[in-house]
Nanobody
Framework: QVQLVESGGGLVQAGGSLTLSCAFS????????LEWYRQPPGKQREFVASITGGGMPNYAHFVKGRFTISRDNAKNTVDLRMDSLIPDDTGVYYC?????WGQGTQVTVSL
């Protein structure tokens, strides 16, 4: 079965950068669409970005131009590079494939 493990979260000042990583275990990674979601404090989980097996990205409007999603089909990983971070980017970031979720990684952006 598929398992997802996120890493790379932390505390960063506004304007800074972080790169999150999602490690995939299971079959068929190169054919799967992988997605990143986030859950800000007190709010619902929301879509951030996705990437197809062929590397085609898609982004939520509020991260376009600041975040970059990428994948390494040899290493079974999906990364989310986050630049120009703002306090509103604070939340728990989750990796997703269909009905499987990782445990999440906390990102906190301070002023």
């Amino acid at each position: 079965q598929v398992q997802l493990v996120e890493s790379g979260g932390g505390l960063v000042q506004a304007g800074g950068s972080l790169t999150l990583s999602c490690a995939f275990s299971g079959r068929g990674f190169s054919r799967r669409v992988l997605e990143w979601y986030r859950q800000p404090p007190g709010k619902q989980r929301e879509f951030v970005a996705s990437i197809t097996g062929g590397g085609m990205p898609n982004y939520a409007h509020f991260v376009k131009g600041r975040f970059t999603i990428s994948r390494d089909n040899a290493k079974n990983t999906v990364d989310l590079r986050m630049d120009s971070l703002i306090p509103d980017d604070t939340g728990v970031y989750y990796c997703n494939n269909m009905d499987v979720w990782g445990q999440g990684t906390q990102v906190t952006v301070s002023l």
